[in-house]
């Protein structure tokens, strides 16, 4: 029996590659308007969002390698949108070649800081994720429209030795506000 996080696994994967598929679609058609010469494939840069782990983006990297492109699955450290910015922007420093930056809920926020300056990202994904204005935080976003249901899911924040939080949705809440299109586990 597949469990919650194959299915969301499986969802992430398949909104995950229609986005794709239509950035790609454009990056070769301005490729080859650009040039006869044979073409690199960008490196595919996945960034997962809060509540997730790199883990999470498999049957995308499974379907992306298929499709030879070079893929990474950034370990989003979540420590807060600044300092994941900057550690996805020295991923993306280290690759040679163009760059897709892909990001997931709270990686969106992540990628559009991380690619500031950087002249080898070619596009922006989002899948599902914080697409934030200049000066609009996650925060802001998670609170901006009716309905957003975030804020009443989180546990207290755990206080962490450096000064910093962190924040986890509360265990009765989770299916509901991380996996709400997939069908919740058997009761045991």
Same mark, same amino acid.
């Given at each position: 029996?597949?469990? #919650?996080?194959?299915?969301?696994?499986?969802?992430?994967?398949?909104?995950?590659?229609?986005?794709?598929?239509?950035?790609?679609?454009? #990056?070769?058609? &301005?490729?080859?308007?650009?040039?006869?010469? /044979?073409?690199? @494939?960008?490196?595919?840069?996945?960034?997962?969002?809060? =509540?997730?782990?790199? &883990?999470?983006?498999?049957?995308?990297?499974?379907?992306?390698?298929?499709?030879?492109?070079?893929?990474?699955?950034?370990?989003? /450290?979540?420590?807060?949108? @600044?300092?994941?910015?900057?550690?996805?922007?020295?991923?993306?420093?280290?690759?040679?070649?163009?760059?897709?930056?892909?990001?997931?809920?709270?990686?969106?926020?992540?990628?559009?800081?991380?690619?500031?300056?950087?002249?080898?990202?070619?596009?922006?994904?989002?899948?599902?994720? =914080?697409?934030?204005?200049?000066?609009?935080?996650?925060?802001?976003?998670?609170?901006?429209?009716?309905?957003?249901?975030?804020? /009443?899911?989180?546990?207290?924040?755990?206080?962490?030795?450096?000064?910093?939080?962190? #924040?986890?949705?509360? @265990?009765?809440? =989770?299916?509901?506000?991380?996996?709400?299109?997939?069908?919740?586990?058997?009761?045991?």
């Amino acid at each position: 029996m597949k469990t #919650l996080r194959h299915r969301f696994t499986r969802a992430v994967a398949a909104v995950g590659l229609m986005a794709l598929a239509g950035a790609f679609a454009t #990056l070769n058609a &301005s490729a080859q308007t650009a040039s006869t010469a /044979p073409q690199t @494939k960008p490196t595919v840069v996945l960034v997962h969002g809060a =509540f997730a782990e790199s &883990s999470s983006w498999d049957g995308v990297i499974r379907k992306l390698e298929a499709q030879h492109y070079p893929v990474i699955a950034a370990a989003n /450290p979540l420590r807060g949108v @600044k300092s994941d910015a900057a550690y996805v922007a020295s991923v993306v420093d280290a690759v040679k070649g163009p760059v897709v930056l892909v990001g997931h809920s709270y990686g969106g926020s992540v990628i559009s800081s991380a690619a500031t300056g950087k002249s080898n990202v070619k596009a922006l994904v989002f899948v599902a994720a =914080f697409a934030p204005e200049a000066g609009e935080s996650a925060a802001d976003l998670a609170g901006k429209f009716p309905g957003s249901t975030l804020g /009443p899911a989180l546990a207290p924040p755990v206080a962490l030795a450096d000064g910093g939080k962190d #924040l986890y949705i509360l @265990k009765n809440r =989770f299916h509901d506000q991380f996996a709400a299109t997939c069908q919740p586990p058997p009761r045991a």
